[in-house]
């Protein structure tokens, strides 16, 4: 009869080994159980662990769109909010030339008016969100319009040298007060607005690009989302309001400034006009964005459901391993503190 001995030390060490798998074994569990998804989407997939990495990659995408279609709809409801207030500025200036050609025009609350709406349009067309302007098309990083009230502005400077250029003398000279409604109009017509709808206008006034930023919306789908200062309406009221301020802070005639009034009514009527078509284009465009996010989101839940059935595990099945795991774990240290105890000198005595 042949005998094999047994080595306390060979059963620790066994125990140690199964200790440690039945650790690496534990960590993994609990990670199951965290996420409620297999640790090992190889082994427990196999040939279909393709399509749950083509899942979470779609995921990934549609997710970060959008993430970014809640950008694009801030920006968007800013706008909106920039050109209502831009509507409300028009149309104070609409009230004030309105007076001004009914009634005496050589007060000088046409040309406040005037100066008023030019500071609102400003500060209204140069606002900003996270760090971007909102009107200055492509170029975020720039302010789009010129202060035509500021000390030194390139706008009001070339306004007055096509005045002199035109007559000979400056807007706040005696002779002005000489010039004929005719004469007035013509210098409008003829000089003042290839300074707006000509090449002065991005000379002195406009620093924005007429390119607009196109944003990705779905997968398939971009849009323009941003509005340029370059639309004729911002042209319109600018024009309106800088020959109210300009020529009312001159000596022209009640005749002449009321020639100025009638033409900065009708810029300024138009100018409404084409704000709130603006405004009604930007409200298209923002609804086009909540309506691609919401299919997305139903996109998003689909996949989501895949990836739950592909990797999705049973919570009660997950806390029964990782409590099964444990249980073995605490009775194999117990076991192994037992051989330790082993001793043959505790039998020879």
Do not use: C
């Not at 400003?122 to 500021?150: C, M, Q, R, W």
């Amino acid at each position: 009869m042949k005998t094999t001995s047994v080595s306390s030390s060979a059963m620790s060490n066994a125990m140690r080994y199964s200790q440690s798998r039945m650790q690496v074994e534990l960590v993994k569990r609990q990670k199951e159980l965290d996420t409620l998804r297999v640790a090992d989407l190889g082994l427990a997939l196999g040939a279909r662990t393709s399509q749950s990495v083509t899942f979470a990659r779609d995921l990934e995408r549609l997710n970060t769109i959008v993430d970014s279609n809640k950008l694009i709809s801030s920006r968007l409801s800013t706008t909106q909010d920039a050109l209502s207030k831009l509507g409300d500025a028009a149309q104070k200036l609409l009230t004030a030339v309105t007076a001004a050609v009914s009634t005496d025009p050589g007060s000088n609350v046409t040309r406040d008016a005037g100066r008023a709406a030019l500071q609102s349009m400003t500060s209204i067309l140069n606002s900003s969100i996270n760090g971007e302007y909102l009107f200055s098309g492509t170029n975020t990083d720039v302010k789009p319009i010129n202060d035509f009230t500021a000390a030194g502005s390139p706008a009001s400077a070339a306004f007055e040298a096509a005045f002199v250029a035109r007559f000979g003398f400056a807007s706040t000279d005696p002779a002005a007060a000489g010039l004929t409604a005719t004469q007035i109009e013509n210098f409008i017509n003829t000089d003042v607005t290839p300074q707006f709808f000509g090449p002065g206008w991005k000379g002195n006034w406009s620093n924005a690009t007429d390119q607009q930023i196109v944003s990705r919306i779905s997968l398939n789908e971009t849009t323009e989302s941003s509005v340029s200062a370059n639309t004729d309406g911002v042209k319109k009221l600018a024009m309106a309001a800088a020959v109210v301020t300009a020529l009312f802070s001159g000596n022209l005639s009640n005749d002449a400034k009321k020639a100025v009034a009638q033409k900065a009514l009708t810029l300024t009527g138009e100018a409404l006009g084409s704000i709130a078509q603006t405004q009604s284009q930007a409200g298209i465009i923002e609804q086009r964005v909540s309506d691609a996010s919401d299919r997305m989101k139903a996109q998003i839940n689909l996949f989501e459901k895949h990836v739950i059935d592909l990797e999705g595990i049973d919570e009660y099945e997950a806390a029964n391993r990782v409590n099964d795991l444990m249980s073995h774990i605490q009775t194999s240290f117990a076991l192994t503190a037992r051989i330790q105890q082993l001793s043959l000198i505790n039998f020879l005595k």
